[in-house]
């Protein structure tokens, strides 16, 4: 827990709308949402345990990033549905922190397993026939556990500095989960040093992982290129477009949630944003890859012929 001289024992989140028929209408959408997006995500790890010929790297990274939108979902959407449902839109300041320490969590998570899935599909088409050596299953399950566990490192760190700070008011944030952004907000004491902190070590954390991956990317595209056959490029290229595609909707949400800032000109985007990176990308992945996969789709049905 924070020991900090807090004068706040609860904070009072956004509310999407004061619209009673509204209310019920985002109430219906959002858990609507948020119940595909765990039946999906846990369609995609139910497949990839499941079926023999989805046991490679790629689909092992993809459980993986199917993991981590269920979990980051879990953080934020149950508690606004619970919001919805009492009109009550006050949360604890502990709880807050541990809804804030999650946030960063899973959002570090994803920047780092979409970069170790980007050098996956280096590997795969610029070096294929060291494939099966470099990316080995001792290799990828040392990188998935060091992205679960080199990832507590940035909110542990954004935790604690909040010590030094004083939480005496308003209790008002504009969001509807606790993100450390908007406790800076309220708090009364100077967070220069904090937003600092989070903007040196967030950009460089997320610059190392976008250049790793646009490097990547690059690699492959200069190697598809020297394909002679279109036939050719278009495979190579149909391996890489789901993944480009969930890289690009990430980094356009992280960079206006954390990097533009929240002035009351942006207020409406900037809450736009956010609900579609906090609740919508994590529904958008696994229907990006499974419409693009013959893979997934082969898979499913003959569980689905199976059931039968």
Known sequence: MIKNQTMITSILLMSLTDDQNAIYVLFTIFLLIYLMTFLCNFLIILLVLTCAHLHTPMYFFLGNLAFLDM???????????????????????????????F???????????LSSMSYDRYVAICRPLHYSQLMSWS???????????????LPTIFTLCLRRLTFCGPNFIHNFFCDLPHLFQISCTDT???????????????????????????????????????????????????????????????????????????LTLNQGVTVIYALITPLLNPLIYSLRSKDLKSALQKQRTLLR
């Open 71 to 101: 979990s980051y979902s879990s953080v934020t959407a149950p508690r606004m549905l619970f919001n919805f449902t009492t009109q009550d839109w006050s949360i604890s300041f502990p709880e807050c922190i541990a809804q804030m320490f």
């Open 103 to 113: 946030v960063i969590y899973f959002g570090v998570c994803e920047v780092f397993l």
């Open 192 to 266: 220069s040093l904090n937003a600092l902190l989070l903007t040196v070590m967030g950009g460089v954390l997320s610059l190392l992982a976008f250049v790793t991956t646009l490097y990547s990317y690059l690699r492959i595209c200069s190697t598809v290129l020297k394909i002679r056959t279109s036939d050719g490029k278009r495979k190579a290229f149909s391996t890489c477009t789901s993944h480009l595609t969930v890289v690009f909707i990430f980094y356009v949400s992280v960079t206006f949630t954390y990097f533009v800032p929240n002035t009351s000109n942006l």
């Open 139 to 153: 290799t990828c399950t040392q990188l998935v556990s060091l992205v679960w566990s080199s990832a507590l490192l």
